[in-house]
């Protein structure tokens, strides 16, 4: 059996395999917010390793999320203390994502020294990005000496969801251009070419890009100077700012994308603010995306809000019909979780493909160990 930890910025998800079958899984959110019972991720973890029974379950592996592996880890890898350490200097890079990763790491390594602990690497599939998409327009040296380049995430749940929407399209992955809209409390656009990570909107950490649960995504960089110099602000004053109360938090003070949808439909205007400024940004990069693969043949919404709302889906895709991109109304608003929502004969499919991180994950584990991987999802409803 593989067991499988997988931490976001406020969640932490857990699956356990047993071959091809899921058979426990579950989430612990709300991690660290206001009222939430979950103080941080330790505590998350000790209550999934109790719920489990890490502590005598029967594991051949356990498998970790890790957001950021930088330039050195673009493939799945067994920890032991130099990996562990790596990943820990990692963290200026993901100080949202490396830190909980990382405590899920050390607490279950401590419970489980017996099995090994592989580090799976959302970094590792735009390892693939060409050096046009990757390379920032800074001084070269100043770059190679400090690592600054694009890294992009949410790569496991891309790989993924690229495969699923091939497969729901009944088409070869190697002959789709797609976009993959990881839609959560984090957010990224990726342009996938042949299965391969060729643009995606999130860089150098996972700050930039769209707007998010409470990151800003892309913004001048000069706000921080005149932040810096007119307000006086820290390095870490920044820091704090730009993801903790940006994004939907910073523009309406709520970064549930369901309450802010509540809010706006009665009339608040931050709201309303705020759900525009999130949908303008995604159209946005669709378009350039667009332009970057050059001929597109699918678009897939996934994660929390791009599988749940169509409301968000609706308003992202609005206005793009000469691009070939139509929503259908009555696919959008219900189906089977996994589906095309556009109209019929639109030149470019529009799908909702649910991601299954742990999945993914446990199929790398399992491929790296020399074990029998999990099988593929055939099921559009495989989500037990």
Same mark, same amino acid.
């Given at each position: 059996m593989i067991l499988v930890l997988n931490s976001g910025s406020s969640s932490l998800k857990y699956a356990l395999f047993d071959g091809a079958a899921r058979v426990a899984a579950g989430t612990v959110e709300r991690i660290g /917010?206001?009222?939430?019972?979950?103080?941080?991720? /330790? =505590?998350?973890?000790? *209550?999934?390793?109790? *719920?489990? %029974?890490?502590?005598?379950?029967?594991?051949?592996? #356990?498998?970790?999320? @890790?957001?950021?592996? %930088?330039?050195?880890? *673009?493939?799945?890898?067994?920890?032991?203390?130099?990996?562990? $350490? /790596?990943?820990?200097?990692?963290?200026p890079l993901a100080p949202l994502h490396n830190p =909980?990763?990382? *405590?899920?790491i050390d607490l279950t390594r401590r419970l489980r020294p017996d099995v090994p602990h592989v580090a799976v690497f959302d970094t590792a599939f735009h390892?693939?990005?060409?050096? $046009?998409?990757?390379?920032? $327009?800074?001084d070269r040296a100043v770059s190679r000496r400090y690592g600054i380049r694009r890294y992009g995430f949410h790569g496991t749940s891309c790989a993924y969801v690229s495969r699923r929407t091939a497969a729901l399209l009944a088409r070869p992955i190697e002959?789709?251009?797609? #976009?993959?809209?990881?839609?959560g409390n984090g957010a990224s656009a990726t342009a996938i070419q042949s299965g391969r990570s060729v643009e995606t909107s999130m860089g150098l950490t996972p700050l930039e890009g769209l707007a998010m649960g409470s990151r800003t995504g892309d913004i001048d960089p000069a706000v921080a100077f005149l932040l810096a110099r007119q307000a006086g602000m820290s390095v870490d004053d920044l820091d704090d700012l730009?993801?903790?109360?940006?994004?939907?938090?910073?523009?309406?003070?709520?970064?549930?994308?369901?309450?802010?949808?509540?809010?706006?439909a009665d009339g608040d205007g931050d709201a309303r603010l705020a759900l525009d400024v999130y949908c303008h940004r #995604?159209?946005?990069? @669709?378009? $350039?995306?667009?332009? @970057?693969?050059?001929?597109l043949d699918a678009i897939a919404f996934t994660a929390g809000i791009g599988e749940n709302s169509p409301e968000v889906r609706a308003r992202t895709l609005a206005g793009l019909l000469r691009l070939g991109i139509t929503v259908d109304p009555a696919r959008n608003a219900t189906g089977p979780a996994e589906r095309v929502i556009s109209a019929d004969g639109a030149p470019v499919s529009v799908c909702v493909v649910p991601t299954d991180e742990e999945r993914a994950i446990a199929e790398e584990v399992a491929a790296l160990l020399n074990q029998s991987a999990p099988a593929p999802v055939v099921s559009s409803v495989d989500k037990t």
């Open positions: /917010e206001p009222g939430s019972p979950t103080p941080d991720h /330790e =505590a998350a973890i000790a *209550q999934v390793a109790d *719920q489990v %029974g890490l502590s005598t379950l029967p594991l051949d592996a #356990i498998g970790h999320r @890790v957001v950021h592996g %930088g330039a050195g880890f *673009q493939k799945p890898t067994v920890i032991d203390d130099d990996v562990a $350490a /790596e990943i820990r200097s990692l963290i =909980a990763n990382l *405590q899920g390892a693939t990005l060409p050096a $046009a998409a990757s390379t920032y $327009a800074l002959e789709l251009n797609l #976009i993959v809209l990881h839609l730009y993801h903790h109360h940006g994004g939907l938090r910073g523009l309406c003070g709520d970064n549930d994308m369901r309450t802010v949808l509540r809010r706006a #995604i159209r946005r990069y @669709v378009g $350039a995306y667009y332009a @970057v693969l050059g001929r």
